[in-house]
T-cell receptor, first 115, second 114 residues
């Protein structure tokens, strides 16, 4: 089944403790992206990657890092999480991202709480 | 980042009624997409419209892309409780060849009451 898999689904952590949210897709998509979704603010892009070793900042990149060493994986790293990073996070992939009008396939989300 | 305004933000209607939700922008988009999101899940693509004036139908859902490629609408006929969810529009704006991904509207929360 074609899908984007995120782990974990739920995570509660403390301020300053480094964490990684994993994302993997099995569709051989070139483009991957991370979003956060907050009430009243909608979906906002954190980082995106157009291909292996090619990443770029989205609208809200502060406090986050990403890497794209393999085509299928795009982990999101929070080096020193803070309470304002409490949110619902989504990973998405697409055949060609913003080009070619291809749709995004989203993961099921990771609900992160930083206390 | 180009802004997509969705209206209404919230809509609660009775089963069997018709409804329209709107997605507007001052920017021109090369395409617009509509997604539906259920609580606790990621958005799921419903349709992509790419040509100004284009109309696409998906069972009881009708999607339209404005002639000027700045707006879109989603019309649901004879709404059913299973249509309940958050409807998101998302667009890819013309940006001189950039591919920085989709811009999302904040969504319309739709509740269909039995």
């Amino acid at each position: 089944e074609a899908q984007v898999t995120q782990n974990p689904r739920y995570l509660i952590t403390v301020t300053g403790k480094k964490l990684t949210v994993t994302c993997s897709q099995n569709m051989n998509h070139e483009y991957m992206s991370w979003y956060r979704q907050d009430p009243g603010l909608g979906l906002r892009q954190i980082y995106y990657s157009m291909n292996v070793e090619v990443t770029d900042k989205g609208d809200v990149p502060e406090g986050y890092k990403v890497s794209r060493k393999e085509k299928r994986n795009f982990p999101l790293i929070l080096e020193s999480p803070s309470p304002n990073q409490t949110s619902l996070y989504f990973c998405a992939s697409s055949l060609l991202g913003g080009l070619g009008n291809y749709g995004y396939t989203f993961g099921s989300g990771t609900r992160l709480t930083v206390v | 980042t180009q802004l997509l305004e969705q209206s209404p933000q919230f809509l609660s209607i009775q089963e069997g009624e018709n409804l329209t939700v709107y997605c507007n922008s001052s920017s021109v988009f090369s395409s617009l997409q509509w997604y539906r999101q259920e609580p606790g899940e990621g958005p799921v693509l419903l349709v992509t419209v790419v040509t100004g004036g284009e109309v696409k139908k998906l069972k009881r859902l009708t999607f339209q892309f404005g002639d000027a490629r700045k707006d879109s609408s989603l019309h649901i006929t004879a709404a059913q409780p299973g249509d309940t969810g958050l409807y998101l529009c998302a667009g890819t704006a013309y940006s001189g060849g950039g591919a920085d991904g989709l811009t999302f509207g904040k969504g319309t929360h739709l509740i269909i009451q039995p």
